[in-house]
């Protein structure tokens, strides 16, 4: 994010940070919650047996402050996107992957409706931008064993 940052700053075009100065600080406090946060996701998903129950906990507990967040709004912060959208990338295409992957689903559109509309939106409006969602599951899928039949 660091490098995001720096080339925001250093290329003319339009900022993904706010001008707002609260609105800016909004955008960093949740970059900053999201890669401290994320960890637990991944814990999640990797983990098997009492272990994964535990992070799975863990995770959904930071995923509805994610959901209550974005409740009635299209981003993070301000109504465009930006900063904060762009750390939560992980969430969007990532997370979706290894739950496939995996067979872990953690955001369904059950338990975190707003964010599972949240991140489908990010996946249609980037996806010229974002890598193919195909073959990161062929790419990540060896990974997880089988899945019990």
């Given amino acids: 994010m660091v490098i995001v940052e720096y080339i925001d700053e250093t290329f003319e075009g339009p900022s993904i940070l706010p001008e707002d100065p609260?609105?800016?600080a909004l955008a960093c406090f949740?970059?900053?919650?999201?890669?401290?946060?994320?960890a637990a996701v991944?814990?999640?998903?990797?983990?098997?047996?009492?272990?994964?129950?535990?992070?799975?906990?863990?995770?959904?507990?930071?995923?509805?402050i994610l959901e209550n967040e974005l409740k009635d709004k299209k981003?993070?912060?301000?109504?465009?996107?930006?900063?904060a959208?762009?750390?939560?990338?992980?969430?969007?295409i990532w997370l979706g992957v290894f739950e496939e992957a995996s067979g872990v689903a953690l955001v369904t559109s059950e338990n975190f409706p707003t964010l599972y509309a949240?991140?489908?939106?990010?996946?249609?409006q980037n996806k010229e931008y974002l890598p193919s969602r195909e073959e990161l599951?062929?790419?990540?899928?060896?990974?997880?064993?089988p899945k019990a039949k």
């Fill in 22 to 24: 609260y609105d800016r």
């Fill in 30 to 38: 949740w970059v900053k919650f999201l890669e401290d946060q994320i």
């Fill in 75 to 83: 981003f993070f912060v301000d109504d465009k996107f930006g900063l």
């Fill in 42 to 64: 991944g814990k999640s998903i990797f983990l098997k047996g009492e272990e994964q129950e535990r992070e799975k906990k863990a995770a959904c507990e930071m995923l509805k």
């Fill in 137 to 145: 599951l062929v790419h990540f899928q060896p990974r997880f064993p």
């Fill in 85 to 92: 959208d762009i750390a939560a990338n992980v969430l969007a």
């Fill in 118 to 124: 949240w991140r489908n939106e990010y996946c249609i």
